[in-house]
């Protein structure tokens, strides 16, 4: 987390259906994945950065690492709540922190996304602009 600013925790409300499961009958490991980028993609959309926008300005994030952490199983018709953050930002990088939590409040699975700014034009990774943050992080670093 930046010292000293507190960043906005986005919660977002889902509950567990059959689709989301695998033969062992809770969620798999991939879908997760799917989960937290449904909710990633919600953010910004609702921030007025959505995907007509990056289509807009050539400019979009992308997912360089995920480090994600399986503790409780979650299971059909399970009702979960999702929480995001925006953690910091270091050069060109910007780190996005998500947590699933059951309804007992317990955390389910964390991950945090080591994410850039990607400029499909140049093919490049760029510094995040201002409207990119005012989009994940209400306003900057």
């Known amino acids: 987390m930046t010292a000293g600013k507190q960043h906005t925790i986005f919660n977002h409300s889902l509950v567990i259906k059959e689709h989301h499961l695998d033969t062992f009958g809770h969620v798999n490991n991939a879908t997760y994945l799917q989960i937290f980028e449904q909710i990633r993609w919600d953010i910004l959309e609702s921030r007025g950065y959505g995907l007509g926008r990056i289509q807009e300005t050539g400019l979009g994030p992308t997912i360089l690492e995920i480090n994600i952490r399986f503790k409780r199983e979650l299971r059909n018709r399970e009702k979960i709540k999702i929480e995001?953050?925006?953690?910091?930002?270091?050069?060109k990088l910007f780190f996005i922190e998500q947590q699933i939590y059951n309804e007992n409040s317990e955390i389910c699975c964390s991950a945090t996304f080591t994410m850039g700014l990607f400029d499909m034009r140049k093919r490049s990774l760029v510094s995040p602009s201002d409207e990119w943050m005012r989009a994940m992080s209400d306003g900057g670093v």
């Open 84 to 91: 995001t953050q925006y953690s910091h930002t270091k050069g």
